[in-house]
């Protein structure tokens, strides 16, 4: 069964961070790579057993990965939160899937909160990836046109 690492990067995010800390149950290992916090973000990764280590001026999002042990690596804004539905389906992938890390990567679907309430995204992101990924669009996955859509969605929100 392969691992899912969550692979989050954060800034002075202790009032939301805990919100997709509780959702991340389908994920054997949580890193959260912080840019500079000058609130409690890091002890609140940390008190959610979260590895917290600081971002390397200069270093493509891929360094990361050093940290990260065998498996693929879910990527999240701090913002989010696994639905129920998709976190029963990562645990299903996990039961499902060879672990092939050549294998494709995988996309969700968001829903973000606005003041006039939820708008779903009609694109699906690539969020879970191989860990010999190398396709990056600032800190998140570049799009894979060949990603296959799980169930479930990612909420994101913009109120903490």
């Known amino acids: 069964m392969p691992a899912i690492t969550a692979l989050l990067h954060t800034e002075n995010d202790a009032l939301r961070l805990g919100r997709v800390l509780e959702t991340l149950y389908p994920c054997d290992d949580i890193l959260v790579v912080d840019h500079g916090s000058r609130d ?3 002890q609140v990764a940390r008190d959610y057993g979260a590895r917290v280590v600081t ?3 200069g270093a493509p999002p891929d360094h990361y990965f050093r940290c990260v042990g065998a498996g ?3 990527c999240l804004d701090p913002r989010e939160s696994l639905t129920e539905s998709l976190a029963a389906t990562l645990y299903e992938w996990k039961s499902l899937h060879t672990g092939d890390p050549a294998a494709a990567a995988f996309s969700v679907f ?3 909160e606005t003041a ?3 708008v779903a995204i009609p694109t699906a992101e690539t ?3 191989p860990p010999a990924w190398k396709r990056w669009h600032g800190l998140f996955p570049m799009q ?3 990603a296959i859509a799980l169930e479930g969605e990612l909420l994101r929100f913009c109120f903490p």
Do not use: K, M, Y
Request: hydrophobic content about 55%.
């Open 127 to 129: 969020r879970l990836i």
């Open 116 to 118: 006039a309430g939820w």
């Open 144 to 146: 894979e046109p060949s």
């Open 72 to 74: 693929w690596i879910l």
């Open 110 to 112: 968001l829903r973000e």
């Open 55 to 57: 971002v390397v001026a």
């Open 40 to 42: 409690s973000t890091a």
